[in-house]
């Protein structure tokens, strides 16, 4: 015999007593593990699309749209690419690396393909050194989030899947999607002809599953020449050094570039930024719930199991129980329905998101040890406070209730 | 054993007062068996209840075995009480989940004593009491004398010197009375102390001294204890 022999044989004799505060604890802990497992991984899917989108920010041709840059990805409408010297000599705070683009179609191996013209950084650290501006100077003004902080560029051209920029790129070069390499045969060494000129295959970029896989990438230069298109770009992406950099640079950029438009990536996943959002106030509300409901069930049985048990509490005191072990014992009552409520709460959240994650959200939702422990530990501490007073109530019973007869 | 100084108990109800217990001086010594006979609501639950170290008296002090009871923080007077008293409740108290053997274990269990030993001495003292084959019954499971003579096993369970009974034979048959009072007398026989509260008349005489309660004043009793309590 023991205090937890003691407590157990109790709750399993009459389980119906604490049945709804287990109950009430359960529920709360399912809705806030479910609805923050499927915040968390939208807000990840929200992170990945906009990583997989690239750029932060796009400077378009006043008159497209972020539809036609992205369903398309060729637009006859363009840009002087003299702003991209403009946004550099402005050294604006929170830009990171620029990327101007001039995408164009072309023929590989008798099949469309999407020729982009790409700038690569090793030019812009050669034209800020030929402006005298210090390149990026300013990029982390403004950051609050240090993981936004600077990046080391690897100079393998795959990274362009990745990184959306190339720190090296010669005129007579070009790297090639995975599609194109796939359907063309092409590998890196050999040459492929566009508009008549072989350009050496430097690269085949990773398969991305984006439109990126057929595309075929060169010097920005050299497509304006081949095109005879002229100093012009369809769309300059412009990475920010993180989030918060990105937003404010909106409305300097579009100040700056009053010819062109100015859009945030962000803008393209904003439903579910907002529904993240909305879901990431509605787990603070079960919070809420959680607390006060749970809270004041827990504290109402383990109340009036204290009522209940008085002339039991009187007899255990009477026999020379301690006032602090007759405290443990309540709270290790509010304990047993607490872990309950919160493993099984837990479990069928994990379910519940797994289930509803896929269907409602679109996201695979996979269990996250840190979330439920949180909640977990959130259960007891509610259970623990709720039950704190009826306990403390019940250790100064008076002992002498044990000779009132029933 | 028990030294009793002028003690007042006072209960208010409503602005009323009423005096529960009133009692100039008393001693009881080691070894004897005092019964304590009045009427309902005389003021003898209170009588136990202050000499079990549970209800301070609002003046005069209880000395047990040499020490003010009552100037004990509450700790030591639940270790005293552990250690030293046993109780008898009329109703018996059993804790109506556990087992015979679980409810002996208990104040072996707040003693602090090893599982192993709780069980080894649980098991003795229900035999003891002719219970050896209903340890594992519930006390829903056993006849009314079957629950006092496991609450018997449970008040010897830690060997006390003192046992403070309420009405120990009220809800008994004749035949699990006289086994309880039968213990007593052993109890007794072995130089430890009883002081029973009874409305029994037959379980009164066992006792080798008898008080009466009357409207919360303890006197010795003048008449038969047959009479008295009748």
């Known amino acids: 015999m023991n205090l937890k022999t003691l407590v157990w044989r109790e709750l399993a004799e009459r389980p119906s007593a604490m049945l709804t505060s287990t109950l009430t604890i359960l529920l709360g802990v399912t ?134 920029t190339i720190d090296q790129l010669k005129g007579n070069e070009a790297i090639i999607g995975a599609d194109v390499a796939e359907f063309s045969g092409l590998k890196p060494g050999q040459t492929v002809e566009l508009f008549g000129e072989k350009l050496q295959v430097l690269a085949v970029l990773p398969r991305t599953g984006t439109v990126d896989d057929s595309r075929v990438f060169a010097h920005l230069h050299t497509v304006q020449r081949l095109t005879n298109a002229g100093e012009v770009v369809n769309a300059i992406e412009v990475m920010g050094c993180c989030e918060d950099a990105a937003g404010g640079l909106v409305p300097k950029l579009a100040e700056l570039l ?48 204290v009522r209940e048990r008085r002339r039991e509490v009187g007899t255990l005191m009477a026999l020379g129980a301690t006032p602090s072990l007759v405290t443990r014992m309540f709270l290790l009552k509010a304990w047993a329905l607490g872990i309950v409520g919160a493993v099984g709460g837990s479990v069928l959240g994990l379910i519940v998101a797994m289930v509803l994650g896929s269907q409602w959200a679109g996201v695979a939702v996979k269990p996250l040890p840190d979330l439920i422990a949180l909640a977990i530990g959130a259960a007891l501490v509610i259970t623990t406070l709720a039950a704190l007073w009826p306990a403390r109530s019940a250790a100064k019973l008076d002992p002498c209730c044990c000779f009132q007869e029933v | 054993m028990f030294h009793l100084q002028d003690i007042t108990k006072i209960y208010r109800r409503r602005q009323r007062e009423v005096v529960a217990f009133k009692a100039p001086s008393l001693d009881i010594g080691l070894g004897e068996y005092v019964a304590v006979v009045g009427p309902s609501g005389s003021g003898k639950t209170t009588l136990l209840s202050m000499l079990g170290g549970m209800l301070s008296p609002d003046s005069g002090k209880v000395f047990f075995e040499g020490e003010s009871l009552y100037d004990l923080p509450i700790a030591e007077r639940t270790r005293r009480r552990r250690e030293r008293i046993g109780f008898v409740f009329q109703t018996f108290n059993l804790v109506p989940y556990l087992t015979a053997l679980e409810n002996v274990q208990v104040p072996l269990f707040l ?33 009314t004398g079957q629950q006092q003579r496991v609450a018997l096993a449970r008040t010897l369970a830690n060997n006390p010197r003192l046992i403070l009974a309420d009405e120990p034979t009220g809800n008994l048959d004749p035949d699990s009375r006289e086994a309880v009072l039968s213990l007593f007398d052993n109890f007794v026989r072995e130089g430890r102390t009883i002081v029973m509260v009874t409305h029994d008349p037959a379980a009164a005489a066992r006792a080798s001294r008898r008080l009466c309660l009357n409207d919360g004043t303890l006197v010795v009793c003048e008449e038969s204890p047959v009479a008295k309590a009748a």
């Not at chain 2, 229900?126 to 519930?138: A, S, T, W």
């Open chain 1, 31 to 164: 809705a806030l593990v479910a609805i923050r497992h499927v915040t968390v991984f939208s807000e990840r899917e929200v992170g990945q699309q906009l990583q997989s989108l690239g750029a932060n920010v796009l400077v378009l041709p006043k008159d497209a749209t972020l539809q036609d840059y992205y369903s398309a990805d060729l637009t006859d409408r363009t840009l002087p690419e003299s702003h991209v010297s403009s946004i550099l000599l402005e050294n604006l705070a929170g830009v990171e690396r620029l990327s101007p683009k001039l995408c164009v179609s072309a023929k590989v191996a008798n099949r469309d393909v999407t020729l982009t013209g790409i700038l690569p950084q090793s030019e812009f650290q050669a034209k800020a050194a030929w402006q005298s501006v210090s390149l990026f100077s300013n990029k982390h003004e403004g950051c609050k989030k240090a993981a936004c902080g600077p990046k080391t560029y690897d100079a393998a051209p795959e990274t362009l899947a990745s990184e959306r």
């Open chain 2, 111 to 143: 003693h602090g004593v090893s599982k192993a030993e709780q069980r080894d001495r649980a098991v003795a003292l229900l035999e003891q009491v002719g219970l050896g084959n209903r340890i594992e019954h519930k006390p829903s499971e056993l006849s």
């Open chain 1, 258 to 305: 009053p010819d062109a438009k100015v859009v945030t990536i962000s803008q393209v996943v904003s439903t579910q930024v907002g529904v993240n959002r909305l879901m990431s106030q509605m787990s603070l509300f079960v919070l809420g719930i959680l607390v006060i409901v749970g809270g004041a069930s827990v504290a109402s049985t383990i109340s009036s199991n």
